[in-house]
């Protein structure tokens, strides 16, 4: 069995310098938090926002994948601000963003404003992830690591499944704007305390900002998330292009973007360094990752259309049907990242993986009348396969990177799992689309168990890939933060 990598060599702290250092941490993962929830807290109220605006499921679903969209495309920019930067000033303006983009949605007349309340929201959501994951890999001692990003699963994990719950509680007393109303206190209220204890020492350098980078990141990643959307729309006669021609697009801009990063990474001026890549662990650990993202946010789209069109259940109830699974979540995760801490990632994939397979395909078996408490335990299953996965790939992928690379490692994981989260609704919401009646507005059971069965398949031929996990001689950090074999 091999254990978990080791990571900077830090001297153990100061009670003083640790307690500093844990508030730092909860600050910025309470931070965090609030922010991701609002990657899923419009997706119990599509339905209410499809009916009170007018506007397609295919539509509608770009407040969620739009949200995600937008953090892919900025977050390959935060390798450059966290080595441009100080964190503090990161900190604020993504808080900043947020607030406004709140502010912005919560007085949105229709959908376009919504939209794009929602995509500056995302833009300041997108750059706290990877502040949080470099600021722990700064901070805290790599004994105790597995632990701490365990505490960072509750953020990328059970915020957005507690979303759904919060959004039908608020939905049954108060109405969707509401969903942005509660939230801008808490936002400021972040802002203010980030201001006065956010102090992280980092190093900073003049590093430029390659433009054409950026757009093509914009172009790559919009162009594929967006054919992929259009394949739904396109099917029943609404797209506005044809799919391919996004998606070659986006193909096309991305091995561009791809090339220009492995040249100007040699002097030290990428936008995103793409060296994690050449780390095998790291890339076993990505695509893992990737695929378990793509199944959360798929499920997490697809029940609350298929609760409340198939099942006709209220929001309140869908909200408190896909509650048990985030609170699980949410102890599981501390939990597995000790687990890591002594039996390193294998011991806790391999199982989890089989988990989340069997789950999917539980899934599939739902129809018009499946019992609720069915539906609730399938979704609890599911999230434990998880729990178990995605600690373990991302504390092991990210602590035997080297040191110089912690930020870019962390652009790069926040990057795909957003991507995935993006393409996961996108591709779920597409096949539900299309595998539905034509008649029947929103979803019917049928368009459900496609998805999922979709969902399953892709699962299924990932399996095997977890047994590569911790296998053969594996990298470690040496004393100056180099990989050593």
Known sequence: MTGPATGHPDAEPQPAAAAAASLVIWLLVGSAFVMILNETIMSVALPALIADLGISVSTAQWLTSGFLLTMAVVIPITGFLLQRFPPRRVYLTSMLLFSTGTLVSALAPGFPVLLTGRIVQAAGTAVMVPLLMTTVLRLVPAERRGATMGTITIVIAVAPAVGPTLSGVILSTLGWRFMFWIVLPIALVAFAAGARWLRVAAEVRPVPLDLGSVALSALGFGGLVFGLSSVGESARGHALVPPWIPTLIGVVALAVFVARQLRLQGAGNALLDLRPFAHRPFVLAMVLVVLSMMSLFGVLILLPLYLQDVLRVSPFVTGLAVLPGGLAMGLLGPVVGRLYDELGPRTLVIPGAVVLTAALWAFTTLGDGSPLWMIIAF???????????????????????????????????????????????????????????????????????????????????????????GAGTQSSRDANGTLAH
């Not at 790069?412 to 995935?420: D, E, K, P, R, W």
């Not at 597409?430 to 507005?441: C, L, W, Y």
């Not at 049928?446 to 095997?464: D, S």
């Open 379 to 469: 979704h609890v299953v599911l999230v434990l396969g998880i729990s178990l996965m995605l600690t373990p790939l991302m504390t092991d992928a990210l602590g035997r990177l080297p040191g110089h690379l912690d930020s870019h490692g962390s652009a790069i994981m926040a990057t795909l799992q957003q991507v995935a989260g993006a393409a996961g609704t996108a591709l779920f919401i597409t096949v539900m689309a299309v595998a539905s009646d034509g008649a029947t507005a929103g979803t019917d059971a049928g368009g459900a168990r496609a998805a999922f069965m979709v969902a399953a398949i892709i699962a299924t031929i990932a399996l095997p890939l977890t047994f590569l996990v």
